[in-house]
């Protein structure tokens, strides 16, 4: 018995990926048996050739069966132009799409659209098989029609839609101009002008273009200043080098009350992104104020809160996105961001030493891809209890099926020792890893930042130098080497200098302007360091930012001020140990 060719429209192999939208009429299905060709008759209009259209319709399927699609593709469209009908049209388009023949599905969709000029789906299938052809230049006329054709009410939709149409061109630049071409009239029509110029940002976008994208979103929310679009588009902007694409988001949220909180929520990443911490919560307070039934956004509040040692409030962010989540989220998601909210629940139980809820915590975790998160978070139970050897066997038990497992095993054992102040035995076990990698910068970093606990100075300026060689662009380099000089007051100029590198790489990371701030007041310019540090410190409320802040406004006279930052400081990490040491040293008792 001979199989029945199914109709599914096939992808093409061609210069770019072919993606047909789906149809909302009925595939005209492949007739195996007489009563199914009978059918296929039936569908078509009735005229002086239904007797040999039938025929002609079974021996084309037929034909196809027996592995001659040229020749099925010749019945059929033969017979589609005979009768007008568009379901032949598409069948023959189909067929040509299944056998890989390129060419001849552009002229079967380009004798349906002839034949039936106000078709959408005609058109369509013109548009996407030119871009599958790589034929950009030829698909203006067809990509006009697709807005034209479209209802008034969807042809903002049809504006924002065209990116993906071309997402996968090989030249974008070309795609981009095209694109740009056949929106002329859209662009400077007001009903249409801000998707239109939206989607010519895109397009900007993908094509590196990024100061004519921000131009184009400026237009875009010119034309409607409240549109989501323009400012979707300067969010993948957001550049300290480009600082109006953050004033175009901003714009957005201003006075518009019908602001979508999934783009708050896109602006809060980008802000943590930016490692631009206090604002990022600040979003999230009003993502979680708006709209308190969005899951994602007690999850990232309260990963932040517990990240800033805001141990109640992280509790109650993470219950509520655990509740929230088993009612609404999508099994994959939810089961991924379930497991990061019981690992997060699990670490504020073993902060209150409350063992055993620490471990309900992380029985709850299904998935096996967190297996390692969930194991490393037992063994730093174990250690708490002091069974920290239980702890590293509990690590080193873990499955190694490939070089990414047996990594992330190192560093959960690395990781662990470092928490636990076992510095050396963290430094040999770094030290076994470089014996067999020994141009891996990241473990060379960590085996630094070791050498530096055990106060092998040498050793880690050797190191991080190496790092540096290695890969010119790793700004955690230069900070951590530039911050060691500072913090023992030797080669100050040079620690500067090292410092403003890494700024160059991350220019927002409040972590590296403390070390700015460091070095400055190491320098005797403690004017230059309180300013730095005021942006650092409200960046990011960290207690060893409130350390040294503390210590300058403390050296500066500004007392009073000093001992508040220190409280506050305390407040966020009593155990700091930058803090307790500075304390310490000059004698203040809180």
């Known amino acids: 018995m001979k199989k029945k060719i199914g109709l599914a429209i096939s992808g093409l192999c061609l210069a770019a990926p072919l993606v047909l939208a789906q149809t909302t009429e009925p595939l005209l299905a492949a007739p195996s048996t007489l009563v199914e060709a009978k059918a296929a008759q039936e569908a078509t209009p009735s005229s002086s050739l239904d007797g040999a259209l039938f025929y002609q319709l079974l021996v084309g399927e037929m034909t196809l069966q027996e592995g001659e699609p040229a020749a099925g593709f010749a019945l059929m ?95 974008k630049k070309l795609a981009s101009t095209v694109v740009e071409d056949a929106l002329a ?117 309260g990963s932040l809160q517990l990240q800033d040692n805001q141990l109640a409030q992280a509790q109650t962010s993470l219950e509520r996105y655990v509740a929230l989540a088993q009612r609404q989220t999508a099994e994959g998601e939810r089961n991924r961001g379930l497991a990061q909210a019981y690992l997060s629940l699990s670490q504020l139980a073993e902060k209150r030493k409350d063992y055993a809820a620490a471990e309900s915590w992380l029985a709850k ?76 910068t990241e473990l060379l970093y960590d085996q630094a930042m070791m050498a530096e606990k055990l106060g092998a100075m040498d050793e880690m300026e050797r190191l991080l130098r190496r790092v540096i060689q290695l890969k010119p662009d790793y700004h955690h380099a230069y900070n951590a080497l530039g911050y060691s000089f500072a913090d023992r007051s030797v080669r100050l100029p040079e620690a500067r200098d090292l410092i403003r590198k890494a700024l160059e790489y991350a220019p927002s990371d ?48 500004q007392r009073e001020r000093a001992v508040a930052i220190w409280k506050e400081g305390r407040l966020l990490n009593p155990e700091n140990e930058t803090l307790l040491e500075t304390l310490k040293r000059l004698r203040v008792k809180l």
């Open 510 to 557: 409040p972590f590296i302007k403390d070390s700015l701030g460091w070095v400055e007041f190491r320098m005797g310019n403690n004017t230059e360091a309180i300013q730095i540090f005021e942006a650092a410190y409200k960046a990011k409320p960290d207690a060893e930012i409130a350390a040294h802040f503390g210590e300058v406004l403390w050296s500066a006279g």
């Open 77 to 171: 469209l033969d017979a589609a132009r005979k009768t007008g009908d568009a379901q032949l049209y598409q069948r023959a388009t189909d067929i040509a799409l299944q056998s890989r023949s390129g060419d001849a599905a552009l002229q079967a969709a380009r004798a349906w659209k002839a034949e039936q000029p106000a078709s959408r789906e005609a058109n369509r299938y013109v548009l996407q098989i030119l871009v599958a052809l790589n034929q950009i230049s030829g698909t203006v006329d067809p990509l006009q029609s697709e807005v034209r054709l479209a209802p008034e009410e969807e042809r903002a939709s049809v504006l924002t839609a065209i990116p993906r149409i071309y997402a996968r061109v090989p030249d």
């Open 185 to 301: 009239v859209y662009l400077n029509t007001p009903a249409t002008a801000s998707p239109a110029w939206t989607t010519v940002g895109r397009m900007r976008l993908a094509a590196g273009d990024s100061n004519g994208a921000l131009a184009a979103a400026k237009r875009a929310q010119a034309a409607s200043p409240f549109s989501e679009g323009p400012a979707l588009v300067a969010l993948e902007l957001m550049d300290p080098k480009q600082p109006e694409a953050e004033t175009l988001v901003r714009k957005y949220f201003d006075g518009n009350a019908k602001a979508l909180p999934e783009v708050r929520m896109a602006y809060a990443r980008a802000l943590l992104d930016a490692q631009r911490y206090a604002e990022a919560a600040a979003q999230l307070q009003v993502v979680t104020r708006e709209k308190p039934e969005l899951p994602e956004g007690w999850l990232v509040l």
């Open 365 to 440: 975790i299904e998935s096996s891809a967190d297996l390692t998160q969930a194991q490393t978070r037992r063994a730093s139970i174990l250690a708490s209890q002091g069974k920290l050897e239980e702890g590293r066997q509990l690590i080193r038990k873990l499955p190694e099926r490939n070089a990414a497992d047996a990594r992330l095993k190192l560093n959960a054992e690395v990781g662990l020792l470092r928490d636990f102040k076992q510095y050396q035995l963290a430094h040999d076990l770094l030290a076994q890893a470089l014996a067999k990698t020994p141009d891996e």
